[in-house]
């Protein structure tokens, strides 16, 4: 079974902090996929990255980073200079790879509010 | 429009009544999946669909019943409304080989929500 856990419920920073959303994934699968979602409070889903099992290369693209650890089962994401437009919540996701349609779990999510 | 929508997008029911919600996308994307929001909780697989006529229970399937006569419809419905299914309930969906909106193999591309309450 797979299985997505972001500790951290709620962040509060301010704007021009960097911020570090913490993920940690558990599967048994060689071949996985992680995900980055995020959710303004318009509601809608919006994807941000892919990483797949076999590319541990960290990321940049802008302000955002992840940060992928196969030895710590970890795939974190960071905002540096954060703005207020980065208030959402954003959720982890796992995905193994086409068994049973490619399902991504997703962890409980994490609410990042930046305050002016 | 190109794209996935599911409606109704807020609907209000009663305890027992049967409720059904529709989900359409026109990218022809093999692969349909049902979650549902709630605080605390992330998002939840309900049910999901790897093609027309095939479908398999998720994490949450208790209550509810889906169906896929046709590629681009996957509609979900609760049977039985209680209150415990009130909840913000999103259709996704994705192609094989993520050549298509989505950018990626196992990338989702959601609706816009479909926000129910049970009564």
């Known amino acids: 079974a797979q299985k997505v856990t972001q500790a951290q419920t709620e962040i509060s920073v301010v704007e021009k902090e960097d911020v570090t959303l913490d993920c940690v994934y558990e599967?048994?699968?060689?071949?996985?996929?992680l995900f980055w979602y995020k959710q303004p409070p318009s509601g809608e889903l919006v994807f941000l990255i892919r990483?797949?099992?076999?590319?541990?290369q960290n990321e940049i693209s802008g302000r955002y980073s992840w940060n992928f650890q196969k030895s710590t089962s970890s795939f974190n994401f960071t905002i540096t200079a954060s703005q207020v437009v980065d208030s959402a919540v954003y959720f982890c996701a796992l995905s193994e790879g086409d068994t049973n349609a490619g399902k991504s779990t997703f962890g409980d999510g994490t609410t990042l509010t930046v305050k002016p | 429009d190109a794209g996935i929508t599911q409606s109704p997008r807020y609907k209000i029911t009663e305890t027992g009544r049967q409720v059904t919600l529709m989900c359409h996308q026109t990218w022809s994307h093999s692969y349909m999946f049902w979650y549902r929001q709630d605080l605390g909780h992330g998002l939840r697989l309900i049910y999901y669909s790897a093609a027309a006529d095939i479908t398999d229970k998720g994490e949450v399937p208790d209550g509810y019943v889906v169906s896929r006569s046709k590629t681009e419809n996957f509609p979900l419905t609760l049977e039985s409304a209680t209150r415990s299914q009130t909840s913000v309930y999103f259709c996704a969906s994705r192609d094989r080989f993520g050549v298509s909106p989505g950018s990626g193999a196992n990338v989702l591309t959601f609706g816009a929500g479909s926000r129910l309450t049970v009564l």
């Open positions: 990483r797949n099992s076999f590319d541990e």
């Open positions: 599967t048994r699968d060689t071949t996985y996929y």
